[in-house]
């Protein structure tokens, strides 16, 4: 068995091993190595000449040193020159090595970042369409609860009971509003992308006419009036006012009908929110949940609880069986009145907007305040969302709607209205195809494409407020001009 060095892969002349790799090298090319680096070739640790151990072999007796002009010196040359060129080989093919190992290091780590990216991503989108899991933002301040008042019982003149009193939100009714976002959430997913046969199309809005009905002030949707003193209910079926409420001391500003009781709800600067028997013709109770204005209403999907936000800064969040103020929030660092408030939907995420061009969206379980939308130059008027989930529609002094994605929480679509345009009331239609606007006019826009499909200018005064009918077979609108107007085919 012959030896061969570790370095040319030939039989040494002077072969020696190394101690510390226990390989064999050619004497002369390890002691070039040894005096180029100072290692081992073979690991890389320190190596010097007198560490090699010389290996005892048979060497053919060699003759005496040539002359530099004979052939042998001519030999040794060449040969010396293939001792530069094997130590330089071997160099080479170890850089290859720690090279292709790093190349392949990094191309791992390449992969690996890639797929962990992917990950974010997804994650953060999905954390984007529950705003609720968004951590909440600094600065906000949940009152304490204040001490309960003397309730007044309802006497024989048909005072109704008064209550102030914070209860707070408990384990069962948040367990009641996860359970009705589930549902919600699950049909809409089922609905998908898919628009109602019975859903009236675009080309169909230009054949609609108006009827116009005189009936004190009237706004916000078809069966209730405001902007009196009173509140008016008015069949749409038999063209005709069936009950007028009154009770509030100064102009009603919001009025919401409840979709499966004979019930309405109306606020007004007096800063109370009045709950209305439409059959009986009276006023049932009096939830006092704020100190100064209110400014806006929205019922929660369940049908159980009213939110109502006002310009003393603070939302609140109230039972309408029991009349009771289950929670009362506000934003300490904004310091700023409240314009309005609506129900994203699902019923666990809402917005406010507030007089200093601020859209604010609140998770309701966790009282919090989880993402802010900045973008307009006036106060906001009014807000909406879509019934897909994802749409939020805005309008503010500032003669804009803004429309905005709360998946990605940005602006992606300003419409821009005429100078000194007041936009009063937003609203979308059940499917989500459109976006009805409200307020120097009334305009009709075609959602995805953004595009306006009809515009009404009949009204002689501001128009306060406009709502769809089912499928969109008619648009209601109100105004300052005293009249309640119904376009359809």
Request: hydrophobic content about 40%; aromatic content about 8%; proline content about 4%.
């Given at each position: 068995?012959?030896?061969?060095?570790?370095?040319?892969?030939?039989?040494?002349?002077?072969?020696?091993?190394?101690?510390?790799?226990?390989?064999?090298?050619?004497?002369?090319?390890?002691?070039?190595?040894?005096?180029?680096?100072?290692?081992?070739?073979?690991?890389?640790?320190?190596?010097?000449?007198?560490?090699?151990?010389?290996?005892?072999?048979?060497?053919?007796?060699?003759?005496?040193?040539?002359?530099?002009?004979?052939?042998?010196?001519?030999?040794?040359?060449?040969?010396?020159?293939?001792?530069?060129?094997?130590?330089?080989?071997?160099?080479?093919?170890?850089?290859?090595?720690?090279?292709?190992?790093?190349?392949?290091?990094?191309?791992?780590?390449?992969?690996?970042?890639?797929?962990?990216?992917?990950?974010?991503?997804?994650?953060?989108?999905?954390?984007?369409?529950?705003?609720?899991?968004?951590?909440?933002?600094?600065?906000?301040?949940?009152?304490?609860?204040?001490?309960?008042?003397?309730p007044a019982a309802a006497g024989a003149g048909g005072e109704p009971m008064e209550i102030?009193?914070?209860?707070?939100?408990?384990?069962?009714?948040?367990?009641?509003?996860?359970?009705?976002?589930?549902?919600?959430?699950?049909?809409?997913?089922?609905?998908?992308?898919?628009?109602?046969?019975?859903?009236?199309?675009?080309?169909?809005?230009?054949?609609?006419?108006?009827?116009?009905?005189?009936?004190?002030?009237?706004?916000?949707?078809?069966?209730?009036?405001?902007?009196?003193?009173?509140?008016?209910?008015?069949?749409?079926?038999?063209?005709?006012?069936?009950?007028?409420?009154?009770?509030?001391?100064?102009?009603?500003?919001?009025?919401?009908?409840?979709?499966?009781?004979?019930?309405?709800?109306?606020?007004?600067?007096?800063?109370?929110?009045?709950?209305?028997?439409?059959?009986?013709?009276?006023?049932?109770?009096?939830?006092?949940?704020?100190?100064?204005?209110?400014?806006?209403?929205?019922?929660?999907?369940?049908?159980?609880?009213?939110?109502?936000?006002?310009?003393?800064?603070?939302?609140?969040?109230?039972?309408?069986?029991?009349?009771?103020?289950?929670?009362?929030?506000?934003?300490?660092?904004?310091?700023?009145?409240?314009?309005?408030?609506?129900?994203?939907?699902?019923?666990?995420?809402?917005?406010?907007?507030?007089?200093?061009?601020?859209?604010?969206?609140?998770?309701?379980?966790?009282?919090?305040?989880?993402?802010?939308?900045?973008?307009?130059?006036?106060?906001?008027?009014?807000?909406?969302?879509?019934?897909?989930?994802?749409?939020?529609?805005?309008?503010?002094?500032?003669?804009?709607?803004?429309?905005?994605?709360?998946?990605?929480?940005?602006?992606?679509?300003?419409?821009?209205?005429?100078?000194?345009?007041?936009?009063?009331?937003?609203?979308?239609?059940?499917?989500?195809?459109?976006?009805?606007?409200?307020g120097s006019d009334i305009r009709v826009y075609i959602c995805k494409q953004w595009s306006?499909?009809?515009?009404?200018?009949?009204?002689?005064?501001?128009?306060?407020?406009?709502?769809?009918?089912?499928?969109?077979?008619?648009?209601?609108?109100?105004?300052?001009?005293?009249?309640?107007?119904?376009?359809?085919?």
């Amino acid at each position: 068995m012959s030896l061969v060095c570790a370095i040319c892969n030939e039989v040494p002349e002077h072969p020696c091993i190394s101690p510390v790799s226990n390989h064999v090298f050619e004497r002369r090319l390890i002691e070039k190595y040894i005096a180029e680096n100072g290692t081992d070739p073979m690991n890389g640790q320190p190596l010097s000449e007198e560490q090699l151990v010389d290996i005892k072999v048979t060497h053919p007796i060699r003759p005496k040193a040539p002359s530099a002009t004979s052939i042998p010196a001519i030999l040794k040359s060449l040969q010396d020159e293939w001792d530069a060129v094997m130590l330089h080989s071997f160099t080479l093919r170890q850089q290859l090595q720690t090279t292709r190992q790093e190349l392949s290091h990094a191309l791992y780590q390449h992969d690996a970042a890639c797929r962990v990216i992917a990950r974010l991503n997804k994650e953060v989108t999905a954390a984007r369409e529950a705003l609720a899991t968004l951590k909440p933002q600094a600065g906000l301040v949940t009152p304490q609860a204040a001490p309960a008042s003397q309730p007044a019982a309802a006497g024989a003149g048909g005072e109704p009971m008064e209550i102030s009193e914070q209860v707070g939100m408990t384990p069962e009714i948040i367990q009641k509003l996860q359970d009705k976002a589930t549902i919600l959430t699950t049909e809409r997913k089922k609905r998908g992308k898919t628009v109602p046969e019975e859903l009236v199309r675009a080309e169909d809005l230009s054949k609609w006419s108006y009827k116009r009905l005189n009936v004190l002030h009237l706004v916000d949707l078809f069966p209730v009036s405001k902007c009196s003193l009173s509140v008016v209910v008015f069949d749409k079926n038999e063209e005709q006012i069936v009950a007028t409420l009154k009770g509030h001391t100064k102009k009603v500003t919001s009025v919401i009908f409840h979709p499966s009781q004979s019930m309405v709800f109306s606020a007004s600067p007096d800063a109370t929110i009045r709950v209305w028997s439409v059959t009986g013709g009276n006023c049932i109770q009096v939830v006092r949940a704020h100190e100064a204005s209110v400014t806006g209403l929205s019922l929660h999907a369940t049908g159980d609880y009213l939110l109502s936000s006002s310009e003393d800064q603070y939302w609140a969040f109230s039972d309408i069986q029991t009349g009771r103020v289950l929670t009362k929030v506000t934003d300490e660092s904004a310091g700023c009145a409240l314009t309005c408030a609506q129900f994203h939907p699902d019923g666990l995420i809402f917005g406010t907007g507030t007089a200093d061009s601020q859209i604010k969206i609140w998770d309701l379980k966790e009282r919090t305040n989880v993402a802010n939308f900045p973008g307009h130059s006036g106060p906001v008027t009014s807000i909406a969302f879509s019934e897909n989930g994802y749409y939020l529609a805005t309008g503010a002094q500032d003669s804009s709607v803004k429309l905005w994605d709360l998946r990605k929480l940005k602006n992606f679509k300003t419409i821009s209205l005429d100078n000194n345009y007041e936009v009063k009331s937003l609203v979308f239609d059940q499917s989500g195809t459109y976006l009805a606007v409200g307020g120097s006019d009334i305009r009709v826009y075609i959602c995805k494409q953004w595009s306006e499909v009809l515009n009404f200018t009949d009204h002689t005064g501001l128009v306060t407020g406009v709502a769809f009918g089912e499928n969109a077979k008619f648009l209601t609108s109100a105004g300052m001009d005293r009249s309640l107007r119904f376009y359809s085919l």
